[in-house]
């Protein structure tokens, strides 16, 4: 897939993002920029850019996740 497609989907995103009060859509915007970046480098590689895009989306919600629900006690 063509760069630009995966960052034009970022940008929407992160416009979503703005727009909504959920704090969801920033994850997908830094998936599709992932997927952006090597798709820039390495060409032909749509499963490879999928892939980046998922993994961002997954990471950035795991730990957005486990950061806002830490319930930090010494006791």
């Known amino acids: 897939m063509i ?4 960052a034009i989907l970022g940008v929407f995103a992160v416009v979503f993002e703005i727009a909504t009060p959920t704090f969801f859509a920033i994850f997908l915007g830094l998936g599709f ?4 970046l090597i798709s820039y480098f390495v060409e032909d590689s749509l499963i490879l850019q999928i892939m980046v ?4 989306m997954f990471v950035g919600a795991f730990v957005f996740k486990k950061k806002a629900h830490c319930r930090c006690s010494l006791f």
């Open 3 to 6: 760069w630009y497609i995966w």
């Open 33 to 36: 920029f992932g997927s952006a």
């Open 53 to 56: 895009a998922l993994l961002g």
